[in-house]
């Protein structure tokens, strides 16, 4: 049986996934971390003064038999805030990517398809064999 699950685990990439899974939430943590500690205090500043994440379009106010109220509305300053997290956040985790991803450098050359012979990217016909690429 732990033959069997071993044999499961390098099959199907189930490893590899777990992985993954954790390491993406630990780099979770970092761009909260970040945008929390770093970002948010900056943009506090620039933005309006009060909570404004709280402001909401109220469409109706009803009072039940127990004096207890209840608010129907649109809380369009939660979505607001909700947006500006995704687009930090969704920033972040870009900037982190292509830091830690390395660029792909193109080849200099490529094969001829009629002899196999090195030739630069920009040749329209090979120096070996003569054939027009």
């Known amino acids: 049986m732990i ?3 071993k044999e499961f685990l390098t099959q ?9 899974v954790i390491i993406g939430a630990a780099t979770s943590k970092l761009v909260t971390g970040v945008v929390t500690d770093l970002l948010m ?6 933005l309006p003064a009060g909570d404004w994440r709280e402001a909401q379009f109220v469409m109706k106010r009803a009072t039940d038999a127990a004096g207890k109220e209840t608010i129907t509305a649109i809380k369009y300053g939660d ?13 972040i985790v870009f900037l982190i990517t292509r830091t830690l991803i390395p660029k792909k450098i193109e080849p ?6 009629e002899c ?13 064999c003569g054939s027009v690429v």
């Open 41 to 46: 205090p900056v943009i506090t500043l620039i």
């Open 12 to 20: 199907t990439n189930a490893l590899a996934l777990a992985v993954g």
């Open 3 to 5: 033959k069997q699950f």
């Open 108 to 113: 200099a050359t490529k094969e001829c398809p």
């Open 116 to 128: 196999l012979e090195k030739i630069p990217v920009a040749a329209r016909k090979c120096k070996h």
């Open 79 to 91: 979505l607001a805030g909700m947006a500006l997290d995704f687009v930090i956040i969704s920033y």
